[in-house]
């Protein structure tokens, strides 16, 4: 004789399903988790190619600190950002190059890593990206814009508020410099 009556064996169908929703909830949290990783894993690359890019051209700014130069990267902050646009002129430089050119190949340079040109094709770029480069006095600030994912502006400026319609982004960086 048995010591359980033959309808207490095994599991019954309501268990099985009340596991298989607390399971499915548990992998659907996890699901969310991981795509939630993922943007913001993107809002940290993107940040950071555009700290990488003003950062540069901090280092641009300060190491051809002539007055002339400073003349050339003073290109304002404007609500449709002057660089990004792919349509800054080449200038081709080489050593013999006097500051007012290298300035001008710097915002060329800057204009096309906006766009990540490589051989003629963008790859992983920052979506709508542009920049602003403001001098005042010895006082540099290079803005980086682009379109973030999300709603809601996370700028301080109005650089690119004209070319980016929500989700505007803003790295900016200020810094100081000696003229030359």
Do not use: K
Request: proline share 4%.
């Amino acid at each position: 004789m048995s010591l359980f009556p033959a309808a207490q064996r095994g599991f019954s169908l309501l268990e099985v399903l009340v596991t298989l929703v607390v399971v499915s909830i548990g992998l659907m949290g996890a699901v969310a988790l991981q795509v939630s990783s993922l943007r913001a894993s993107d809002a940290a690359l993107q940040r950071t190619r555009a700290t990488l890019l003003a950062e540069g051209m901090i280092e641009r700014i300060q190491a051809n600190a002539t007055s002339q130069a400073l003349a050339l990267y003073n290109v304002g902050e404007n609500e449709t950002p002057p660089l990004g646009t792919g349509r800054w002129p080449h200038i081709a430089c080489s050593a013999a190059c006097d500051s007012s050119a290298w300035a001008g190949r710097d915002l060329w340079d800057l204009d096309q890593q906006l766009q990540r040109r490589i051989d003629g094709s963008v790859a992983d770029a920052l979506p709508l990206a542009g920049s602003c480069i403001a001098i005042d006095g010895s006082q540099v600030s290079v803005s980086v814009v682009w379109q973030g994912s999300g709603g809601g502006d996370l700028a301080v400026t109005s650089c690119g508020s004209a070319t980016i319609p929500s989700g505007r982004r803003e790295v900016r960086l200020m810094s100081s410099v000696l003229p030359q």
